[in-house]
């Protein structure tokens, strides 16, 4: 399998270990389903909160924060195994994965790691915190 075949490979595994899946909401907040992110080729080793907003076009003054994948997977990996498929599959697959919070009670989560052929893979969510 080649590198380019290796990168689509990753991406159909990531749509389907997000199916079904919801992000679920901080007491009784909405949950959001993951969706998969289109690749995109840098040639950098991890993407700055700069980078992140200018690639989804969003506006440079919105707050990013930037938290562990561990924080965000929380105790989910260990309660489910959709989840564990997914965290797993996220740590297995991508190197310098990380993990960008944008916004503020609705917020959008990123999160991007590197593929094998250096472009930038991942998945997306809402979560949303009043």
């Given at each position: 399998m080649g590198k380019k075949?290796?990168?689509?490979?990753?991406?159909a595994q990531l749509q389907d270990a997000v199916k079904?899946?919801?992000y679920p909401g901080a007491g009784g907040e909405r949950s959001y389903p993951l969706a998969v992110l289109k690749p995109w080729k840098r040639s950098m080793l991890a993407i700055s909160k700069a980078e992140l907003l200018r690639h989804f076009g969003l506006a440079s003054g919105v707050l990013v924060e930037e938290v562990s994948v561990e924080y965000f997977f929380?105790?989910?990996?260990?309660k489910r195994s959709d989840w564990k498929t997914l965290y797993d599959l996220l740590l297995m697959e991508l190197s310098n994965t990380q993990v960008f919070r944008v916004g503020e009670t609705i917020i959008r989560v990123y999160i991007i790691g590197?593929?094998?052929t250096d472009e930038w893979l991942g998945i997306r969510t809402k979560v949303v915190e009043t």
């Amino acid at each position: 399998m080649g590198k380019k075949d290796k990168a689509a490979d990753i991406c159909a595994q990531l749509q389907d270990a997000v199916k079904g899946i919801r992000y679920p909401g901080a007491g009784g907040e909405r949950s959001y389903p993951l969706a998969v992110l289109k690749p995109w080729k840098r040639s950098m080793l991890a993407i700055s909160k700069a980078e992140l907003l200018r690639h989804f076009g969003l506006a440079s003054g919105v707050l990013v924060e930037e938290v562990s994948v561990e924080y965000f997977f929380g105790d989910l990996p260990n309660k489910r195994s959709d989840w564990k498929t997914l965290y797993d599959l996220l740590l297995m697959e991508l190197s310098n994965t990380q993990v960008f919070r944008v916004g503020e009670t609705i917020i959008r989560v990123y999160i991007i790691g590197r593929g094998p052929t250096d472009e930038w893979l991942g998945i997306r969510t809402k979560v949303v915190e009043t």
